[in-house]
Nanobody
Framework: QVHLVESGGALVQAGDSLRLSCAAS????????MAWFRRAPGAEREFVAA????????YYADSVKGRFTISRDNAKNTGYLQMNSLKREDTAVYYC??????????????????WGQGTQVTVGA
């Protein structure tokens, strides 16, 4: 079993940067694809970014491409989401997830069976 804990969420201003972390314990972190999803107020949870087990391939939602960077340190069992040039529409609860996702499913929530509790990111004007 895998236990995930996100951290790093905060209240920031538009244009600021923030880095989220996802610490994993339990089963082997390095064997899973890792993703970040988010749920904005009143909206469905949506895909943000993902990376394969070795961190060599990354995938992004169009809305964050060029501003967010996903990475992972398998030696530390930790994943990251660097968020730059934050916008008000990035306000959401951010979740990290692990799963045996493959390229065709890596953006799908159903490909992930381990989820964290989420961390709140609020971007003010």
């Amino acid at each position: 079993q895998v236990h995930l804990v996100e951290s790093g969420g905060a209240l920031v201003q538009a244009g600021d940067s923030l880095r989220l972390s996802c610490a994993a314990s339990g089963d082997s972190f390095r064997g899973y694809s890792m993703a970040w999803f988010r749920r904005a107020p009143g909206a469905e949870r949506e895909f943000v970014a993902a990376t394969k087990p070795n961190g060599g391939s990354t995938y992004y939602a169009d809305s964050v491409k060029g501003r967010f960077t996903i990475s992972r340190d398998n030696a530390k069992n930790t994943g990251y989401l660097q968020m730059n040039s934050l916008k008000r529409e990035d306000t959401a609860v951010y979740y990290c997830a692990l799963g045996r996702a493959i390229t065709s499913t890596i953006r799908s929530q159903s490909a992930y069976n381990h989820w964290g509790q989420g961390t709140q990111v609020t971007v003010g004007a």
